[in-house]
């Protein structure tokens, strides 16, 4: 049954193992995945002139995903040469140069809505961008800079995910994560209708969705299946 999520799922989620919330891409570039984030940091892939996972004449798969729309005046987005580690990596390109947000989709297993920044054509960079010759960092990022300066419905850290990578892969253990994830990117114990969707999906290996529900912070419903 397990081979039947996969064609619902976008991207290899991330959550831990970051510092100061910046977190190294645990899988190759190219393959899609998320680091769900919380207010600032990012992303970051080490790439220096003799070890780069990637040709600087490659074009990379990039977005970045947020699940409310809030105010863009209030956090800056950098994509490119840097890394994200606040006390350590400083600014050194431009912000990208926002203006709005696409549709927004409902994630069919997670059941959470996101908006990506990018329309499909600009989810792409140019790794010359990282070139020693243009960028002593050694480093290439998908950053953001909270600004906290947010009131009413949308004041705390903004909810967003720094995205690469394009083609989709999964292992078993990360398909047994997916209720983690749900639980810590809503913040919120799950709505009756998700946790419909996870023990229905899940129904063949309820062993193995109560013992990560079990491991989770999730209230109440700590091993709903």
């Known amino acids: 049954m397990l081979h039947l999520l996969v064609p619902l799922l976008a991207h290899v989620p991330t959550y831990g193992g970051g510092i100061e919330n910046c977190f190294a891409v645990p899988r190759h570039h190219t393959i899609s995945q998320v680091i769900y984030l919380r207010g600032s940091g990012g992303l970051e892939i080490h790439c220096s002139l003799d070890d780069c996972p990637f040709k600087f004449t490659d074009i990379l798969d990039v977005d970045a995903v947020f699940r409310d729309e809030v105010d863009q005046s209030t956090y800056s987005l950098y994509i490119g040469c840097g890394g994200c580690v606040a006390t350590a990596d400083p600014i050194v390109i431009p912000p ?3 203006k709005g947000y696409q549709q927004a989709v409902v994630e069919p297993f997670t059941q959470t809505r996101y908006s990506s920044v990018f329309a499909e ?13 243009v960028c002593s960092e050694e480093h ?19 909810v967003w995910g720094a995205v690469i990578g394009l083609s989709e892969s999964f292992t078993f253990a990360e398909l047994m ?8 990117l809503r913040g919120l114990p799950f709505s009756p209708a998700a ?20 491991m989770s912070k999730a209230g109440p419903f700590g091993s709903p299946c």
């Open 96 to 98: 990208v140069q926002l």
């Open 121 to 133: 054509s600009d989810r792409k960079y140019n790794a010359s961008g990282i070139h020693p010759s």
């Open 140 to 158: 290439f990022t998908i950053r953001l800079v909270d600004h906290m300066n947010r009131t009413g419905d949308h004041a705390g850290p903004v």
């Open 177 to 184: 994560l997916f209720p983690v994830y749900v639980v810590r």
């Open 195 to 214: 946790l419909l969707t996870c023990c229905t999906s899940f129904a063949s290996c309820s062993c193995a969705t109560t013992a990560v529900f079990g």
